[in-house]
C-alpha cells in the first residue's frame, strides 16, 4: 500500500476523532475542563532553566524507547506552581510535536512502521475515550480519593506485570546477537486468519487487525489512566503483534502523535495550553528527542527493553508511596498525616530518578558505541590493507 | 541522520545558523511578548488553532536546528 493510501484515510480519521470526542484529556483521564483562575505563573529563569533540562532528558527517553519520557513533567511543573490541568494540557502539546520530530528522526533511520503506527494510533484514540468513561464511572462511585486509588493501582500492577516481563525479556536475550525471533504468542497470532489482514511491511509481519485493536484499545486506556500510552504500546506491539523492539518504540512514537494531537486540541479548545511552558520544554525536548532517536542506531537492540523495563519498575516503585493519601482517604489506613507530603516528595524524587537513570544508561552506552566506532573502522582498514598485502 | 546535509551539497553549519537564528528571534518575539501571547493563545474557542500551530512551526524550525546542530557536533547515525 503507497503512503498515501495510508496517510489520507488516517488524517480523516483523526479529524472524525476530533469531531466526535467528547473530550479526551489523555494524561489524567480528567475530563476536559477548562481552568477557573489565574492560568499563569510568573516565569524566573530559575523555572525556564528547569523547563528546558526536564524537557531535554524526557525528550531523550522518549526519541529512544518511543515514549515514557514525559510522565515526570505534570508533577515537575506542578512543584513550580503550575495549576494541574494547565500542566496536563501543557504537557500533552509539547509531547505530539516532540513525538512528531522523533518519529521523523526515526523513519529516515527505517525503523519506523507508519501504517502500525497509524492502525494502532486511530484505535489508541478509541481507548482513550473508553479510559475517560472508567475513570468517571469511578470518580462518580468511589469520589476523587477512590479514582486516585484507582490510578495507583494501574500504575503498580501493569507496571510490575508488564515492566518485569520487559526488564526478564531484556536479561534473557543480553548475549543474543543479531535480531531476536519473535515471541511464540505473536508467532501464534499472525497464524489467525480473520479478514482483514494487514501487512506491515516494516515490521515485517502480516497479522488480522482484529489483533492490532485490542493492543491500540489497552495503549489508550493507559494512556488516559496513567498517561504514559507506551508502557502497553511497546510491549504489546513486540510481544503481541511481533515488531521487534526498534520497529515498536519507533512506531510508538506515530500513535504518541495521534493521541497527543487530539488531546491538544480539546485542551486548545477550553484554554488550559500554557504556550510559552510548552515552547520552554520543546526547546530541550526536541534536541533531547533526536538524541535518543540517533542513540538506538548505535546500541543493540535489547537495551531499549532494558531502558523500558527499569523505568517502568522504578516508576511502579514511586507510586507505591503515593498509595497511603488515598486510602488514608477513602478510611482504609491511618497514616500519619504529616506524613503523606513527605511520602509525596518521594514518589517524585524517585520517578525523576527513573527518568534520569533512563538518559544515562542511553547517554552511557552511545558514548561506549561511539568510541568503538573509530576503533572498528581502523581494525577493518587494518585487515583490508593486510589482504592487499 | 541517516542522509547528512553533506551529501546533498548543502553546508550543514549553514543550516544550523540559519535556523538558529530564526528559533532564537522566534523565541525573543514570544517572550518579549510573553503577556499578549501566554493570554491569547488560551483564550480558547478558534484561538485554539494558534498554540497547535505554533508548536508545528516551533517543531520545525527547532528541530532543523537542534539537527544541524548535532551534525556539526559529529552526532550523526550509525550506518547499519
Known sequence: ?389 | MAKPNAKKGKKPYLKALLFGIVSLVLYVLVFTNEQFVRETWAKGGVYAVLPLATVFVFSFIHGNFADGLMYLFGLTAKKK
Open chain 1, 1 to 389: 500500500m503507497s503512503r498515501s493510501k495510508i496517510i489520507t484515510p488516517a488524517l480523516l480519521a483523526i479529524v472524525l476523532l476530533l469531531l466526535l470526542s467528547a473530550g479526551p484529556a489523555l494524561a489524567t483521564g480528567e475530563a476536559v475542563a477548562a481552568f477557573k483562575g489565574n492560568k499563569f505563573i510568573e516565569l524566573s529563569v530559575f523555572n525556564a532553566v528547569f523547563l528546558f533540562i526536564v524537557g531535554f532528558i524526557g525528550g531523550m527517553v522518549s526519541g529512544f524507547i518511543g515514549s515514557g519520557g514525559a510522565f515526570v513533567l505534570t508533577p515537575a511543573m506542578m512543584s513550580i506552581g503550575v495549576p494541574g490541568l494547565v500542566a496536563v494540557a501543557s504537557n500533552m502539546c509539547h509531547k505530539f510535536p516532540k513525538a512528531l520530530v522523533g518519529a521523523i528522526k526515526r523513519h529516515k533511520y527505517g525503523q519506523v512502521d507508519l501504517k502500525l503506527g497509524l492502525t494502532l494510533g486511530i484505535s489508541a484514540s478509541i481507548g482513550v475515550e473508553i479510559g475517560i468513561k472508567i475513570q468517571k464511572y469511578i470518580q462518580h462511585m468511589w469520589g476523587e480519593a477512590g479514582s486516585n486509588l484507582y490510578v495507583s493501582f494501574a500504575f503498580l500492577v501493569i507496571l510490575i506485570t508488564v515492566g518485569g516481563y520487559v526488564f526478564y525479556d531484556a536479561w534473557k536475550s543480553k548475549n543474543h546477537t543479531g535480531p531476536a525471533a519473535p515471541p511464540r504468542l505473536a508467532l501464534a497470532l499472525q497464524k489467525i486468519n480473520i479478514p482483514p489482514m494487514m501487512t506491515f511491511k516494516t515490521a515485517g509481519l502480516r497479522i488480522s487487525m482484529w489483533i492490532t485493536i485490542p493492543v491500540g484499545l489497552a495503549t489508550g486506556l493507559l494512556a488516559a489512566t496513567i498517561a504514559v500510552g507506551g508502557f502497553i504500546g511497546v510491549p504489546g506491539m513486540m510481544y503481541v503483534i511481533g515488531a521487534s523492539s526498534l520497529v515498536a518504540s519507533a512506531s510508538e512514537l506515530v500513535i504518541a502523535f495521534v493521541m497527543g494531537f487530539v488531546g491538544s486540541t480539546e485542551w486548545a479548545l477550553v484554554g488550559n495550553i500554557d504556550i510559552r511552558l510548552v515552547l520552554l520544554i520543546l526547546a530541550g525536548s526536541l534536541a533531547g528527542v533526536q538524541i535518543g532517536a540517533l542513540g538506538t542506531t548505535y546500541v543493540k537492540e535489547h537495551l531499549i527493553k532494558v531502558v523500558m523495563g527499569s523505568i517502568m519498575l522504578i516508576v511502579a516503585f514511586s507510586r507505591g508511596f503515593a498509595i497511603p493519601k488515598y486510602t488514608n482517604q477513602l478510611g482504609l489506613t491511618h497514616v500519619a498525616k504529616g506524613l503523606i507530603p513527605v511520602l509525596n516528595t518521594i514518589s517524585f524524587y524517585i520517578m525523576a530518578f527513573a527518568l534520569i537513570l533512563g538518559a544515562a544508561i542511553i547517554l552511557g552506552s552511545m558514548i561506549k558505541a561511539m568510541r568503538h566506532k573509530p576503533a572498528e573502522a581502523y581494525e577493518k582498514v587494518s585487515s583490508l590493507e593486510k589482504a592487499v598485502n
